[in-house]
């Protein structure tokens, strides 16, 4: 049972340059999340899903797209990125809604843009 | 003003310590509380929830204070594995608010 599984792990990317960070979940869960973890701040939502098909911004969501074509599969996008995105990107999956149920959060993509 | 504070630490304290730390929150309307841990380059993963009549898990106590807005987490006999960030974390409304963390450094 893997869990959550993100992909890359690493990445350091150009300013204006794109790329796409992959979440894969195995337990079936409907609701996922892209979070970033910057030094001195807790973790900051980007875009969350309530099941397939669906999105919604959370708190940051400038500069990256998300889709979620399949229920087990998360995708985060960045189109053009800018060094204030230098983060480290955290993808989580829930059974319930807002804590009802834990969080099971992937390894981490650490993202450096220079 | 952040929804959720905590101090950023470090708390540096021998094996067999007793260590213990607090977390605030700011919308006194907040629904339920947990403690994520965070271990140094690795993901959060769930330490407990927080009760409103407190609860304990082994060696980890944690504490709700609805009148002064703020959870704490104890940790008794620190061991070693004890060592990483620990992560406030307050539900309002199904969205989750997260603290930077608290570290807590077990030294032998």
């Known amino acids: 049972n893997a869990g959550v599984t993100q992909t890359p792990k690493f990445r350091v990317l150009k300013t204006g340059q794109s790329m796409t960070l992959l979440c894969a979940q195995d337990?079936?869960?409907?609701?996922m999340y892209w979070y970033r973890q910057d030094p001195g701040m807790g973790l900051r939502l980007i875009h969350y899903?309530?099941?397939?098909?669906?999105?919604a911004k959370g708190e940051v969501p400038d500069g990256y797209n998300v889709s979620r074509l399949k229920k087990q599969n998360f995708l985060l996008g960045l189109e053009s990125a800018a060094p204030s995105q230098t983060s480290v990107y955290f993808c989580?999956?829930?059974?319930?809604?807002?804590?009802?149920?834990?969080?099971?959060f992937g390894n981490g993509t650490r993202l450096t843009v220079t | 003003r952040k929804e959720v504070e905590q101090d950023p630490g470090p708390f540096n304290v021998p094996e067999g310590a007793t260590v213990a730390f607090n977390c605030t929150y700011s919308?006194?309307?907040?629904?339920?509380f947990f403690w994520y841990r965070q271990d140094c380059r690795k993901e959060p993963k769930l330490l407990m929830s927080?009760?409103?009549s407190g609860n304990e898990d082994g060696r980890f106590t944690a504490q709700l204070n609805r009148a002064s807005q703020y959870i704490s987490l104890l940790i008794r006999d620190s061991k070693l594995s004890d060592s990483a960030t620990y992560l406030c974390?307050?539900?309002?409304?199904?969205?989750?608010?997260f603290g930077a963390g608290t570290t807590v450094t077990v030294r032998a």
């Open positions: 989580a999956s829930s059974r319930e809604a807002g804590g009802g149920s834990p969080l099971h």
């Open positions: 337990m079936n869960h409907e609701y």
């Open positions: 899903s309530v099941g397939e098909g669906t999105t």
């Open positions: 919308n006194s309307a907040s629904q339920s």
């Open positions: 927080v009760y409103s």
């Open positions: 974390v307050v539900n309002y409304d199904y969205k989750l608010s």
